[in-house]
């Protein structure tokens, strides 16, 4: 047992047992349907599983440096139907959209004062704003969902790039972009030290509440983005189109290694958690397995990241 807390508390291990596990769902999958191991079908997991993969890529570093954000996926619903009907209402798409990423940024902002300012408890505050901003989503709406049906917005959800879905693309360069910053930037360095003491960082000089409060909005505006990509692919800007996958945006992360005692994880486990889910989903599918048992292999695999996140966490204090 002492090698195996010894395996498991290796740096590499997480991300490196998930691309092992990741790789054998890739082969189970591949034998057992003939229309899985397809480039175009390969690309619809990733390009389907963009507007989840960008809600948990910003969740990453928020979960590292301590932080949780349960509002998300909720700001994501309100970004498509502001976008939806500030159009419907004669503005400009594209301006209604730049409008809603500021909007997701503002959610993010309430977040980081309630919880940092105020001291409220990430999961408390996050929970209520997830509750007012859902709500004033079917406020707006009536319930029901708004047209958003313009040739140009539509690109963002649908289109294509060298061959490449754009949402796919989008996805991979905001992973980028924050693997970039976790890695050679202050912020980053910040973000890891705040999660695994925020005592000791803030005695140091760090500015821990405001690194925080960057980080919910980074957060908030990234629900915002995958609002658009999402009421792009869909024509229309539904309330609660992404309110159910918010379970899906904490698996990835949590299933990607990121602790949720914070001051551990990566974006490129995140993404490869991402993948993973959608891999799951989509051989599933193929494989015309109910969905209701696709709920419970979902749970099923959130409970063993869990455990495993559990055990690295003994290792690592042993």
């Known amino acids: 047992m002492s090698r195996f807390y010894a395996l498991i508390a290796k740096p590499w291990a997480g991300v490196g047992l998930l691309l092992l596990f990741y790789l054998g769902v890739i082969a189970c999958f591949a034998l057992l349907s003939p229309w899985f191991l397809t480039f175009d079908n390969l690309v619809s997991i990733g390009a389907n599983m963009a507007f989840i993969g960008l809600m948990a890529a910003a969740q990453t570093p928020l979960i590292i440096a301590g932080g949780l954000d349960l509002s998300v996926a909720a700001v994501a619903g309100l970004a498509g139907v502001v976008v939806a009907l500030l159009h419907a209402g004669g503005m400009d798409v594209w301006l209604a959209a730049l409008l809603a990423l500021a909007l997701g940024g503002g959610i993010g902002a309430i977040n980081g004062v309630l919880t940092t300012r105020l001291h409220f408890n990430p999961f408390i505050a996050t929970l209520g704003t997830m509750s007012v901003v859902g709500g004033l989503a079917l406020v707006l709406t009536g319930g029901l969902t708004k047209?958003?049906?313009v040739d140009s917005f539509a690109w963002l959800g649908n289109g294509q790039l060298g061959g490449l879905p754009v949402p796919l693309l989008l996805m991979l360069a905001v992973y980028a972009v924050l693997g970039w910053v976790l890695r050679h930037t202050r912020l980053?360095?910040?973000?890891?030290?705040?999660?695994?003491?925020?005592?000791?960082?803030r005695l140091m000089g760090l500015?821990?509440?405001?690194m925080l409060i960057v980080l919910y909005v980074g957060s908030g505006m990234s629900g915002a983005l995958s609002g658009l990509v999402l009421a792009a692919m869909l024509?229309?800007?539904?309330?609660?189109?992404?309110g159910k996958h918010l379970l899906t945006v904490v698996a990835a992360v949590i299933l990607g290694g990121t602790s949720?005692?914070?001051?551990?994880?990566?974006?490129?486990?995140?993404?490869?958690?991402?993948?993973l889910l959608g891999t799951l989903n989509n051989g599933l599918t193929l494989l015309d397995v109910s969905s209701f048992w696709q709920d419970v292999t979902?749970?099923?695999?959130?409970?063993?990241?869990?455990?495993?996140?559990?055990?690295?966490?003994?290792?690592?204090?042993?």
């Not at 890891?192 to 003491?197: F, H, I, K, P």
């Not at 979902?298 to 042993?318: K, S």
């Open 235 to 242: 024509g229309a800007g539904a309330p609660d189109a992404a």
């Open 207 to 210: 500015p821990v509440e405001r």
């Open 147 to 149: 047209p958003l049906l």
């Open 260 to 275: 949720l005692l914070g001051g551990r994880g990566s974006v490129w486990g995140t993404l490869l958690a991402v993948l």
């Open 298 to 318: 979902r749970g099923a695999v959130l409970l063993a990241a869990i455990g495993l996140d559990q055990l690295r966490t003994r290792a690592l204090g042993e």
């Open 188 to 201: 980053g360095r910040y973000t890891y030290a705040a999660g695994s003491n925020a005592v000791a960082s």
